[in-house]
């Protein structure tokens, strides 16, 4: 099943956006480490390159990613021009706002604070810890922060203690996810509305892929022997493993779909990253044309 993400809102957010980017210095995008091309916006990038804005990139949710996959990722950013890179964990993103702020000064250099504050928009797609960063870095609780995509829904401006002007976006998909392993990948790490795909499906998806990245950790996770099983006889070994048995010797399917990815996103699987820079192994599945799927409650109007 193709998977497809874009809300009402988002249409009329690329609107605001692209209106703001007139109005700011640079933009600040943050990217979910586990992901990070595949996080990456392209009609933020179509925007950003038209106004000549550079970037600072933020690998987010480092904390979750294998760390030297991270580092590989860092090393390709920094080959695109006009672009610096951050890589940020919970346990240390506190301290780690100064060098933030530093960042963005460098690159751009002209604004010198004072009357020429930086200003800087801050973008990215739902739930790639936007918000939490937004608090981090003025230091108090403005922006709400909540644990599924789609809570922010309207931009605020903000002035932060070092007198940068931030620019909050709400976070912004792109009309067409072109291909079913993004789709996938994007719902498995908490990106996609919960109304917008199957967690079966993607619990389906999700032991296939770690059956071939992750072997040995889902083979004790979730006392597999054979991971050349297909993913789908691998989630029903994974299910009654754990007990979720139905009257009948039905396995609870969507109760071991939600353990599997919940297991995922909170790294119980370990520092799991879902793409490397430049590597053929990563390469798209076979696509199929869909129709664009949304919440029923977030149709444009």
Known sequence: MAIQWFPGHMNKAKKQIADTMAKVDMVIEVLDARLPQITTNPLIHELRVHRQRPSLKVLNKADLADPKVTAAWVQFFKQEANTAVITLEEATKARDMGKLLKLCRELVPHRTGGEKPVRAMILGVPNVGKSTLI???????????????????????????????????????WPKIASNNHGYKLALSGTIGRNAFDAVDVAWYAMGWLALHAPSTIATRYKLKDLSQPGDVLFEQAGRAMGYILPGNRLDEQKTAERILTDFRAATLGRISLERPNDPLDMDLGEEEDATVQDEADQPD
């Open 135 to 173: 608090n981090h870095l003025a230091k108090r609780k403005l922006a709400k922060v909540a644990d599924t995509p789609g809570v922010t829904q309207s931009q605020q401006r903000i002035e932060l203690p070092d007198s940068t002007i931030l620019v909050d976006t709400p976070g912004m998909m």
